[in-house]
């Protein structure tokens, strides 16, 4: 149960901060068919937590329980340094006539595996289980994706910008270290 709350908080934390609610409100003023949207989007964040989870929790009886939190303050830090960079915009499927449900599932599968998943794989090799980790990572994503469609793309834009991100990014690489000096025991 642990894995749930955890993978929810980052997953919402991290997906704010990432192209997640910029695709989302481009397919949201494009379409205006939310609900499609949001049952689009659920499938694909499905799919990838759940690819990630499994993966995770597979991976979790070959580790100590010293590299299982060295894992997760590395996904922590690689999330949190992806906030100090410069966001590129999504592919923004103009071209495509697919419709309000298939094209955010298939957009939200080429951001791909990203560093929401990469946090919520690490929770589920601490954990050992994949199903809370993997559910509280899918509503986390639903969460922002839901925000993003009701905030449209002016909302949105101010989530990009450094003044968000950059505390954002910070925040996550103190927790980071302070997982990564617990798990080489030096605290």
């Not at 991290?14 to 609610?21: E, F, L, S, W």
């Not at 298939?106 to 791909?112: E, F």
Request: hydrophobic residues 60%; charged residues 10%.
């Amino acid at each position: 149960m642990d894995a749930l709350m955890a993978a929810l908080v980052t997953a919402i934390v991290i997906h704010a901060t990432d192209r997640t609610p910029w695709l989302i409100a481009g397919l949201g003023a494009r379409y205006r068919q939310h609900l499609l949207i949001l049952i689009g989007v659920a499938g694909a964040l499905a799919a990838v937590n759940a690819l990630a989870t499994i993966g995770g929790a597979a991976l979790a009886p070959r580790l100590t329980p010293n590299a299982r939190a060295l894992f997760l303050a590395l996904a922590l830090a690689a999330a949190g340094l992806g906030c100090f960079g410069t966001l590129k915009p999504p592919e923004s499927f103009s071209g495509w006539r697919t419709g309000p449900l298939l094209t955010p599932l298939v957009g939200m599968l080429t951001l791909g595996f990203g560093s929401a998943q990469f946090v919520a794989m690490a929770l589920a090799l601490r954990s050992g289980t994949s199903a809370f980790a993997a559910i509280g990572a899918t509503l986390g994503g639903l969460v922002i994706a839901g925000g993003a469609l009701a905030l449209g793309e002016a909302g949105v834009a101010r989530a990009r910008r450094r003044a968000v991100r950059l505390p954002v990014g910070v925040i996550l690489l103190v927790v980071a270290a302070v997982f990564a000096l617990g798990a080489l025991r030096l605290v």
